[in-house]
């Protein structure tokens, strides 16, 4: 070896591969304006649509005009849902076994519905034109509150399945009820109940808010007559999904539709449906021969496309009179608004809210999940989280923390009594769940020691003898969380969406020269795939990252996915990444034992070549071997180098943390200042740490805004409050507080890396952790639970109930 | 509806001089992104509030969502397409929004860039309270600002003539 | 969002944008910064035929020194408010109400003119101008006139500005040398109207209150001059006792509306509080 010749460490250095920080590939593009995002892509002779809407919340069509906006020069057409019945598309199939108007018929269920499409030269001649279109209403009576719904003089929302006794998911007790569903041992739980030396219960609400992504949803649609060919560019976390379903409503055969998802503008679980927006697009494409653009504004987006949350769960533990939970009980009412559009898996009407039992062991339970219709808009996604995990460890996490009170313990002791030890992973969950690994007591002691719990407990003390000598207006909360994703949806046994198992997929083809090429089933919204992927590309075949090229978003070239939402992509996808990869090593394994006469168990795999054992002189590289692969395989092998994985996972993965947060709140305008917040998180293996914290910033910010005071409100009327970033609770970097993030890696057992996934446990775990810290800073008044969101008003009327302004 | 007379705009953008006939009722958005093909400039909100469409227009931060094409006759804008050099080197900002993990989806990025580009003219060094006031008309869905506020302090560190830090995390 | 047609006038003077907007009557509408009417044209919750844009006429800029008093044009924006070091030395309570206006992008465009004169009861500058006691020169198709600030504001979005007129120019007694004052402001985040605001300009005589006024802003219909809280004030050392019956004396005056900010009773409440933290900080910064 001369001195040129690079050592182990400048190799390894070289590749860029799993656990380094490296820096994203996306970001030469996006920051020079250059990313491609759906509204950038402009086509010749390109059309606008836009909707008209409902102003009412219920009420009952009389007739749609629009005479005065077809007479509008520049406006093409306008299609309401009497043009789309022709096609036999003016309803369609939801992802949660309902159906849904795609343009109001006959009536609408909630405002700003979709009512007719307009289809213009421009977008502002489109936007002239919906103001001409003459809708006439006969308002029907609205019903806003779900504890309503099931009343026996309840308004009926559902006309077209009033008298359906059988829904997607089972029997429907009323014209206004969509499922009921339930988990566990009842008989069981009861028991345990009746036995228990000690019982909580309260009823948290964990209301309805959106995922808002800054870039809105948008579809570009363009429909070739000649080839009967269908083009669709679109904010698609799901591609393939999309493709799928454009496919069944369409007729046109899948091979004849290409979905293309462009840079996509963040997601959080809004961009995984499909919405009217994008049917419209394709038929008035169709329809007209021209492309089709639809981009909503701020104000539909907020109010139209999906929601999530809404969640009334009544939480009970039984517990024994020294801390040890005997079991849990709880109730879910959840809110669905005017369509059942949860994306959930198919088999699971709420999701994976079945995850409440959290982090503890607790040995029996039972879960029932009530969904009704309301006049709001549909939806129900998961806002960066896996499905219902966040209103699920919501509940958990809150019902600790009620129980420790009622105890007279500290929280975290009741938590670390009934943590599910070490020793008990996989474990066996009362509601179903294997849970695959962790340790949690020692990430939980990890917590405690990095934010000096004791004194902090002792400090808050002191202020509240401080407080109660009326020497300070503010007091301290120290909110406590302790959350067990599920993510990785998931095994084909029970997880699907309409049907299509959710599997995941990677393509890798090693070109001659030793570059790369992947192609993959997911769609990254900001998550950085293009960059983390070839990571695991790099580690796993030695190919450097730099010379590995992944691509995502298209259909026709991309495998079958189902996409990017509920933390996936490195528990589905990433595993598919590493069996393809392991499969493309396997060849050059054999290519390799080939050239250097050996035979192959006599190798060994170092960094980015085979070698002989026990002679690292002689070896060859993934270059060298991609070579050869090609252009002189060994007799009677294949030539190329490449492989395809489509990766069933055998289960979920159980992503886990410990967060604390310290608030200061003024009891005089209920304004919660964080002084702190340290998140500590278990994802397994840790693929590029710094895109790892990026999402841990991303999402505890997420769980700050949705904890403190971001909303989708309604009146009674059903008109829906606060739809614009004017009252819509994003913080700027001003309101946002400063984050410290830490780790513990528990590998997943289960995963060819071990790798969890991430981007969503910060909002999961964070969102119970403020809740917490706002909560505990009244418990010592004897408050024990304050609902959210914590804005100002909430809290100071928190305070006023609890007699702090006399 | 009655037909509205096309006003004549000159506008120095990146540089390079544009005349146009417009709409009294375009919006600078929109005239930048689909008369000048400049789409790196975004829309968020349609309401003032996100900054995703912020320009550099006479010296001064705006937000190209909510003015006319016709207010800014005469004006001259930089856009993120002309942050970089012409031999294609990056801007201090460019690079360390990439190194400090400073943005995600990329789509508040532009816009962010823009401003801070602003703030750092009119005040080379901040600390990070007045980074946080100054880009609070810009909001991100992403990142949480905290790896933005970096970014900012890595340009502001190299435009001094300083020493950068690394890397994030 | 995408607003209704208009047309577009760019006068050069005064005289140019005051025949405009009589010639052309109720359909036309002034533009100053545009961050309130745009997004109102953007949502077509207002629809004007004709803009007439003040953005070119370099009369309405500029902030000059009269000594007694300090007169702003209209179309000053809240960022050249906030850099101006006349304005820093004589009326500090300027700077520190801009640098709680929104975000700084709007700060480059936002006009004070088009802050005071549009009478949305959200915007900060009407309840300091009422504190401050400034006058409103008005031009319009029947010549020129002053209008107090205290007798400006009628209602939400009306005021006493008459078809055609517009305000030129804001002008601002300098109140005394060693004044104390402060503006807070509650908003749930940047970019936000004032859940509640309250503005206060005080002077002391030996440890007595010898002048003061107070501003509340977004609690009202209008802005509010709480008259009689000043009232009790006066002659005080501001003792808390006192501080309290002047903010029960302000909570009386106010009407706000329940809204996302929070329901009318804690806006109420907020408003108190805001003007008891405003009046010790006032009272902190005043000479004794």
Known sequence: MNDMTPTREQREAQLQGMGCKRKRVEDIRFTQGKGNYVDDIKLPGMLYGDFVRSSHAHARIKGIDASKALALPGVIAVLTAEELKGLNLAWMPTLAGDMQMVLADGKVLFQNQEVAFVVAEDRYTAADAIELVEVEYEELPVLVDPWKAMAPDAPVLREDIKDKTEGAHGRREHYNHIFKWQVGDRPGTDEAFARADVTIKETFYYHRTHPCPLETCAALASFDKVKGELTLWGTFQAPHVVRTVASLLSKIPESKIHVIAPDIGGGFGNKVGVYPGYVC????????????????????????????????????????????????????????????????????????MNICTGSYDIPVAHLTVDGVYTNKAPGGVAYRCSFRVTEAVYAIERAIEVLAQKLGMDSVDLRMKNFIRREQFPYQSALGWEYDSGDYYMAMQKALDAVGYKELRAEQARKREAFKRGETRELMGIGVSFFTEIVGAGPSKNCDILGVAMFDSCEIRVHPTGSAIARMGTKTQGQGHETTYAQIIATEIGIPADDIMVEEGNTDTAPYGLGTYGSRSTPVAGAAIAMAARKIKAKAQMIAAYLLEVHEDDLEWDVDRFQVKGLPEKFKTMKDIAWVAYNAPPPGMEPGLEAVSYYDPPNMTYPFGAYICVMDIDVDTGVAKTRRFYALDDCGTRINPMIIEGQVHGGLTEAFAVAMGQEIDYDEAGNVKGASFMDFFLPTAVETPYWETDYTVTPSPHHPIGAKGVGESPHVGGVPCFSNAVNDAFAFLGSTHIQMPHDPWRIWKAAERLGLHQ | MSTIEQVPVTVTVNGKKYQRFVDPRMLLIHFIREELNLTGAHIGCDTSHCGACTVEMNGMSVKSCTMFAVQADGASITTIEGMAAPDGTLHALQEGFRMMHGLQCGYCTPGMIMRAHVLLKENPDPTEEEIRSGIAGNLCRCTGYQNIVKAIQYAAAKLNGRTVQEAAE | MIPGQFAYHRPSSIEQAVRLLADLGDEARPLAGGHSLIPMMKLRMAAPEHLIDLGGIADLKGIRDRGASIIIGAMTTQNELIHSDLLAAKLPIIRETSLLIADPQIRYVGTLGGNVANGDPGNDMPALMMCLDAAYHVAGPSGNRTIKARDFYEGAYFTALQEGEIVTSVEI??????????????????????????????????????????????????????????????????????????????????????DGRGPADYRTKMAGVMLSRALQRAARRAAA
């Open chain 1, 281 to 352: 697009a394709i038929v008035a494409s169709i329809v007209t021969g021209r492309p089709v653009k639809w981009v909503e504004d701020r104000m539909e987006n907020l109010s139209t496309t999906s929601f999530a949350r809404d969640y009334h769960m009544t939480t009970e533990l039984a517990a024994t009179k020294d801390g040890r939970i005997t079991a849990m009980r709880v109730h879910v009412l959840a809110d669905h608004g005017a369509f059942d559009a949860c994306a959930d898996p198919s088999k699971w009407p709420a999701g994976f």
């Open chain 3, 173 to 258: 007694p300098v109140p005394p040398a060693g004044h104390g004052y402060a503006y807070e402001k509650l908003k749930r985040k940047i970019g936000d109207y004032a859940t509640a605001a309250a503005a206060v300009v005080l002077s002391f005589s030996g440890g007595k209150v010898a002048t003061c006024a107070i501003g509340l802003t977004n609690v009202s219909e209008t802005p509010l001059l709480a008259e009689e809280a000043a009232e009790i004030l006066i002659g005080t050392a501001l003792d808390p006792a006192s501080i309290a019956k002047a903010v029960s004396a302000a909570e009386a005056i106010t009407a706000p509306a329940s």
